[in-house]
Each structure stands twice: as structure tokens, then as C-alpha cells.
């Protein structure tokens, strides 16, 4: 009888050890899949692919050393202080199962498909689940001169859709992403007594002189919406009855700061547009605070950072409506070191948003709640920033350091500290509302 319970405990022991053993295609595909393959495929901003297992063993020591250092996939926000739906950081569990993986030879396991073929297919020239309804893009490729400058350039892209749309989903898209540090674009609906292809197909905001933006002053009376893309980005969505509509005819002016390259580059940008027939019952709005944004004139104290200082600031608004938060989307440049953003209500309760505690310029994008946040009417959302002008800032653009202060410019030697919030209206319920459900 006993060797029968020890025959049936080594047998039970040895099918659970085979069971877990662990390959790319049972445990480590889905991981790499969701944290790594959206910024590592063709035409995003990864210096390569990570999509098939050849993709990744290929690479396994270097995963390994990113992956044990913490270095990618980057994540910078503080998920003890507000978790957030697109999180890309790894669990310890999921860091020890690749290691150990990549430790153990990489095995492959088993796939029903031809392991050449990738985990997922992914449809050409979107992140989106489906192929965009229009594609919105700049008239002609842009040469981005290989002389290690960075340049702010903003584009210009008429359309005429001949009638109004409800959009469901926005997305920046380029031909070169990884030439881009980060990119804006904003919706402006235009009259038909306005012609909407008159002036420059583009204008270079890299120099001090800055008139020649006063040509697309006409478009900019009205804004229907704002977006922007940075490294790890994907598209914008909204649950179903949420989202905007599309303008019938205007201009998109999209707003790309192109890092520096030492080598003649070529660049194409555009959005694509996802729309739906479903009626848009909570319209999504954009609002920027702080430099540049609401509340500019109200930083605390005066937004200038004097060479070889640290100094923090703060900004304190007022919520002047019930609102519900979807997204956030903080920014600073080379001299932050912290950020975070909270608000108070009324009672004295404190509703946490994000807290960037080492701040990293390189790493910057929207942080997509799981849930609707709400903020009550009268509650006071607060912004507070760190930041470090001294020598002992490896990331300080001036050696010696120089005073820096914000002149509503998108040069990186100047500062800012902005926060963009995608909010709507409150409606009862909207806090117990997971987002991603709702699709």
C-alpha cells in the first residue's frame, strides 16, 4: 500500500512538473505581447521587432539584462500611489518566469501555427483593433536634416470629410517614429468662407523667429479636440456612447518635436480616424493645465528656475464642475525630477492621479485610468514639480547651468510643467465604471 502512495505522489509530482514547465508560447509570449510587441513592430518607435519567438530569443541576453534591471519596458509612474489600465511594468513574478525561462534555453513549446508565423496578426499602419475609417496625413514626407538638432515643426492637414463623424478612436501615426520624441495634434473646425489650403504646408518653429505661425492663426479660432503621441503610446479609445465628433471640414495642425539625428532622416505623420454610428451620448473633452495651459499665471512661485538651484513649484485650480477623469498626461523636461497631481475635495478628502517620483524626460505619456475618476465641483486639483538646475543634473542641457523659465516655447532648454486632463461632465455611477468593459 505505501509504495502505491509513493508510485502516485512521484507520478502526481512529475505530470505538475512537466505541466509547468515553462515555454515562450504557454507563459512568456502573452507577456512579451502585452508589454513589449506594442512599441517593438514594424513602424513603432522599438529598434526592433519582438513579435515571434525567433524575435526574442534572439535577443534573450539582452532581455534578460533590461528585464532583471528594470530598464525596460519603461514605467515610470508610482503604482503604490494611482495604478493605471495601461501599465507596462513587470511583475517580480513575471521577471523571474522570463529570466528563468531565458536561463532554462528558451524552449519553444507548442503552437498550432507555424512558430515563424507571430503570436498575434496585427493589421498594417495601426495599433487599433481594426483598419482606421480615414487617414489624415501631411502633404509630402518631411527631411529632418542630420546635423544633431532637434526641431519643432508644425504641420498643416486640410480636410473636407463632407459631413460630421462620431469617433470612437484617434490615433498619431508615422512612417518614422523613431526619429519623433513626441508629437501633439489639435482638431480646429473652419468656416467654408475660410480657405483651408492657403499658407505654408508647414512652418519650422526651431529658431527664435516664430511669426510665421501668425499664417495659420485663421484655423485656430475654435479647437474640437487635442491629442499627441510619445514613445509607448497607442491609440486614444473611448467606451461605447463616449467620444467626439468630427468637424466636417477644418484643419488638423500636428505639432512634431523631432529628436536629433546624425543622419538624414525622412518622416511622414498623419491620424487616423476610427469612427462609429453610434450616437455620442458623452462628449470627451481635453484641457491643458499649467504652462501654457489654465492656470499659468497662478504657478507658485514664479516659473523661472535659477542656475545651480533645485526648486519646486506648485499650481492649485479650482474644479469648477462636477467631472469625471479618463486620462492625464504630465510634462515636464530636462530639469524635472518629480511630479505629482492630486486633488481635494471639498470635505478634505484627497483623490490621488499620478505621482512620478524620478521623473525621465525620455519616458513621457498619457496614463489611462481603469476606472472613471471623479472629481466633485469645488475641489482643488493640485500640481506640484521638482526640478534640478544644478551640475549634479546629468540630464541639464547647460554646462554651467543657466536660468530656465517657461516662455510658452517646446524648446527642451526651456521648462514647463503641464498637466493635459481627458475629461467629461459627472454623471451618476460614473466612478463604479470600468472602461475597458465598456467597449
Given at each position: 500500500?505505501?509504495?502505491?502512495?509513493?508510485?502516485?505522489?512521484?507520478?502526481?509530482?512529475?505530470?505538475?512538473?512537466?505541466?509547468?514547465?515553462?515555454?515562450?508560447?504557454?507563459?512568456?509570449?502573452?507577456?512579451?505581447?502585452?508589454?513589449?510587441?506594442?512599441?517593438?513592430?514594424?513602424?513603432?518607435?522599438?529598434?526592433?521587432?519582438?513579435?515571434?519567438?525567433?524575435?526574442?530569443?534572439?535577443?534573450?541576453?539582452?532581455?534578460?539584462?533590461?528585464?532583471?534591471?528594470?530598464?525596460?519596458?519603461?514605467?515610470?509612474?508610482?503604482?503604490?500611489?494611482?495604478?493605471?489600465?495601461?501599465?507596462?511594468?513587470?511583475?517580480?513574478?513575471?521577471?523571474?518566469?522570463?529570466?528563468?525561462?531565458?536561463?532554462?534555453?528558451?524552449?519553444?513549446?507548442?503552437?498550432?501555427?507555424?512558430?515563424?508565423?507571430?503570436?498575434?496578426?496585427?493589421?498594417?499602419?495601426?495599433?487599433?483593433?481594426?483598419?482606421?475609417?480615414?487617414?489624415?496625413?501631411?502633404?509630402?514626407?518631411?527631411?529632418?536634416?542630420?546635423?544633431?538638432?532637434?526641431?519643432?515643426?508644425?504641420?498643416?492637414?486640410?480636410?473636407?470629410?463632407?459631413?460630421?463623424?462620431?469617433?470612437?478612436?484617434?490615433?498619431?501615426?508615422?512612417?518614422?517614429?523613431?526619429?519623433?520624441?513626441?508629437?501633439?495634434?489639435?482638431?480646429?473646425?473652419?468656416?467654408?468662407?475660410?480657405?483651408?489650403?492657403?499658407?505654408?504646408?508647414?512652418?519650422?518653429?526651431?529658431?527664435?523667429?516664430?511669426?510665421?505661425?501668425?499664417?495659420?492663426?485663421?484655423?485656430?479660432?475654435?479647437?474640437?479636440?487635442?491629442?499627441?503621441?510619445?514613445?509607448?503610446?497607442?491609440?486614444?479609445?473611448?467606451?461605447?456612447?463616449?467620444?467626439?465628433?468630427?468637424?466636417?471640414?477644418?484643419?488638423?495642425?500636428?505639432?512634431?518635436?523631432?529628436?536629433?539625428?546624425?543622419?538624414?532622416?525622412?518622416?511622414?505623420?498623419?491620424?487616423?480616424?476610427?469612427?462609429?454610428?453610434?450616437?455620442?451620448?458623452?462628449?470627451?473633452?481635453?484641457?491643458?493645465?499649467?504652462?501654457?495651459?489654465?492656470?499659468?499665471?497662478?504657478?507658485?512661485?514664479?516659473?523661472?528656475?535659477?542656475?545651480?538651484?533645485?526648486?519646486?513649484?506648485?499650481?492649485?485650480?479650482?474644479?469648477?464642475?462636477?467631472?469625471?477623469?479618463?486620462?492625464?498626461?504630465?510634462?515636464?523636461?530636462?530639469?524635472?525630477?518629480?511630479?505629482?497631481?492630486?486633488?481635494?475635495?471639498?470635505?478634505?478628502?484627497?483623490?490621488?492621479?499620478?505621482?512620478?517620483?524620478?521623473?525621465?524626460?525620455?519616458?513621457?505619456?498619457?496614463?489611462?485610468?481603469?476606472?472613471?475618476?471623479?472629481?466633485?465641483?469645488?475641489?482643488?486639483?493640485?500640481?506640484?514639480?521638482?526640478?534640478?538646475?544644478?551640475?549634479?543634473?546629468?540630464?541639464?542641457?547647460?554646462?554651467?547651468?543657466?536660468?530656465?523659465?517657461?516662455?510658452?516655447?517646446?524648446?527642451?532648454?526651456?521648462?514647463?510643467?503641464?498637466?493635459l486632463m481627458i475629461y467629461l461632465p459627472y454623471q451618476e455611477?460614473?466612478?463604479?465604471?470600468?472602461?475597458?468593459?465598456?467597449?
Amino acid at each position: 500500500m505505501r509504495s502505491l502512495i509513493f508510485t502516485f505522489f512521484i507520478t502526481i509530482c512529475f505530470i505538475n512538473c512537466f505541466s509547468q514547465k515553462v515555454t515562450f508560447y504557454n507563459q512568456v509570449a502573452p507577456i512579451i505581447q502585452k508589454k513589449c510587441t506594442p512599441c517593438h513592430r514594424p513602424g513603432e518607435a522599438g529598434p526592433f521587432s519582438l513579435i515571434t519567438y525567433q524575435d526574442v530569443v534572439k535577443r534573450g541576453n539582452f532581455i534578460k539584462k533590461v528585464v532583471k534591471s528594470g530598464y525596460m519596458p519603461p514605467w515610470k509612474p508610482d503604482n503604490t500611489y494611482r495604478d493605471f489600465h495601461n501599465d507596462r511594468s513587470l511583475t517580480t513574478e513575471e521577471k523571474e518566469l522570463i529570466v528563468d525561462w531565458i536561463d532554462n534555453k528558451m524552449p519553444e513549446g507548442s503552437v498550432k501555427k507555424s512558430a515563424k508565423e507571430p503570436v498575434t496578426e496585427y493589421i498594417a499602419g495601426t495599433q487599433y483593433h481594426r483598419k482606421p475609417d480615414t487617414v489624415l496625413r501631411v502633404a509630402k514626407p518631411f527631411l529632418i536634416k542630420g546635423d544633431n538638432s532637434e526641431r519643432f515643426i508644425v504641420f498643416k492637414i486640410p480636410y473636407d470629410l463632407g459631413k460630421e463623424h462620431n469617433v470612437e478612436a484617434v490615433e498619431f501615426v508615422s512612417t518614422n517614429k523613431k526619429v519623433i520624441h513626441h508629437a501633439n495634434f489639435a482638431v480646429h473646425p473652419v468656416e467654408d468662407d475660410i480657405d483651408i489650403n492657403q499658407g505654408a504646408e508647414y512652418v519650422d518653429l526651431s529658431g527664435e523667429d516664430r511669426t510665421a505661425y501668425d499664417q495659420y492663426l485663421p484655423f485656430k479660432t475654435k479647437m474640437t479636440y487635442y491629442g499627441g503621441w510619445i514613445p509607448g503610446t497607442t491609440f486614444e479609445s473611448y467606451p461605447k456612447d463616449f467620444g467626439w465628433v468630427m468637424p466636417k471640414r477644418g484643419v488638423i495642425l500636428v505639432t512634431v518635436h523631432y529628436a536629433p539625428t546624425g543622419k538624414d532622416e525622412e518622416e511622414l505623420s498623419g491620424v487616423n480616424l476610427f469612427f462609429t454610428n453610434n450616437p455620442i451620448k458623452r462628449k470627451i473633452d481635453v484641457i491643458g493645465l499649467g504652462s501654457a495651459g489654465v492656470g499659468e499665471s497662478s504657478i507658485e512661485p514664479y516659473f523661472m528656475i535659477p542656475a545651480d538651484t533645485t526648486k519646486s513649484f506648485s499650481l492649485k485650480i479650482v474644479t469648477p464642475q462636477d467631472q469625471s477623469i479618463m486620462y492625464v498626461w504630465p510634462h515636464m523636461h530636462l530639469l524635472g525630477k518629480t511630479f505629482k497631481s492630486y486633488a481635494v475635495t471639498p470635505e478634505g478628502d484627497t483623490i490621488k492621479l499620478v505621482s512620478i517620483p524620478s521623473w525621465d524626460f525620455k519616458w513621457q505619456e498619457i496614463y489611462r485610468y481603469k476606472k472613471l475618476v471623479k472629481i466633485p465641483k469645488g475641489s482643488i486639483l493640485n500640481i506640484e514639480a521638482l526640478y534640478d538646475n544644478t551640475r549634479d543634473n546629468p540630464n541639464n542641457p547647460s554646462n554651467p547651468p543657466k536660468m530656465v523659465f517657461s516662455a510658452n516655447d517646446m524648446k527642451t532648454t526651456d521648462e514647463m510643467m503641464t498637466m493635459l486632463m481627458i475629461y467629461l461632465p459627472y454623471q451618476e455611477g460614473d466612478e463604479e465604471l470600468n472602461l475597458e468593459d465598456q467597449k
